[in-house]
């Protein structure tokens, strides 16, 4: 296990890398500059712009130039918030954009798994076609079309939250539902046919027959099994809920990460959009070998030597 720990995070630098040159030359082949649509400048004030921010280089110099600031730990400033550097404004707005990612995925999970349990528990009656049906309709709709639909209901409608911002505790609810539903939606259908599969297994049957309480067949011999197919969509289910919240922290006017990234790729701070890139690509990253560690500690034959 060790060895194939130390194996990723080896392959880990590598593809850190690549995503890095892919990302820097991308995002260059794009209309504009950084400075391209201030108004009022004169040629002479973009030029001196340009020089400062080594533009007038070589795009191989700029490159290297990156590669050794990122080698120190330095993302570089932002062209768009000058005041600020990359790594400032990451260290302000990812912190919101974590607690929103986990707020949602406590729902996804919360109201997912429970979900599932009773869909699996209660095979073929109301509380298993229902609750599925709904979480069918679930998947159906999007980030973006879930979040003025609540926002409509009960923000609008009923009044009991906000519509915008991310001021009081109620404010955190609309986003993490929106975030969150999508997701609960997939725990729950995987939840259900992993629980079934598994309690459809001689070893259950087994069980039962030496007398075993439905709870103790459920709790202590199928749920480790059934869990299986949840653990390993952890990982996209977490990359989602990361690169999700662009869309829900725009709608919502949370002072995210990924309300800097949308704004920064509008206006080209090629900067910002590359720390964001690799500050997402590597919790992408962890959070699979994490995922992979679980999937081969709840499943003996997965394990690695």
Not at 8 to 30: K, S, V, Y
Not at 70 to 98: M, W
Not at 152 to 179: H, I, K, Q, S
Not at 196 to 211: N, Y
Request: aromatic share 10%; with cysteine; net charge positive.
């Amino acid at each position: 296990m060790l060895r194939f720990i130390g194996r990723r995070l080896l392959e880990t630098i590598p593809l850190l890398l690549a995503i890095a040159t892919f990302t820097f030359f991308m995002i260059r082949l794009a209309p504009g500059g950084p400075f391209s649509a201030e108004r009022n400048v004169t040629p002479e004030i973009l030029l001196n712009l340009e020089r400062h921010y080594g533009f007038d280089q070589p795009l191989w110099k700029q490159y290297l130039d990156y590669l050794g600031g990122l080698l120190r730990g330095d993302l570089g400033p932002s062209f768009k918030y000058q005041t600020h550097t990359v790594n400032e404004l990451i260290a302000d707005a990812f912190p919101v954009s974590l607690e929103l990612g986990a707020w949602a995925l406590l729902v996804a999970l919360s109201v997912g798994l429970g979900t599932g349990l009773l869909a699996a528990l209660k095979r073929n009656t109301a509380l298993d076609h229902g609750p599925m049906s709904i979480a069918t309709l679930g998947i159906c709709l999007p980030t973006f079309v879930m979040g003025p639909l609540l926002v409509l209901l009960f923000a609008l409608g009923l009044g009991w939250f906000n519509a915008w911002g991310w001021y009081e505790p109620r404010d955190r609810v609309l986003p993490a539902l929106t975030l969150g539903l999508y997701y609960a939606a997939y725990v729950a259908r995987l939840t259900r046919g992993g629980m079934l599969e598994v309690l459809s297994q001689d070893f259950i049957r087994t069980a039962r027959a030496k007398g075993a309480s439905e709870s103790r067949v459920l709790l202590r011999h199928a749920l480790r099994g059934g869990l299986l197919p949840v653990v390993a969509f952890l990982g996209p289910a977490a990359a989602g809920l990361i690169t999700g919240s662009f869309v829900v922290e725009t709608i919502f006017g949370v002072p995210g990460l990924g309300q800097f990234f949308v704004k920064s790729a509008l206006n080209r701070d090629y900067t910002m959009v590359l720390g964001t890139v690799l500050l997402y690509a590597t919790l992408i990253i962890a959070l699979n070998l994490v995922v992979d560690i679980l999937q081969a500690w709840l499943n003996p034959k997965l394990r690695l030597e």
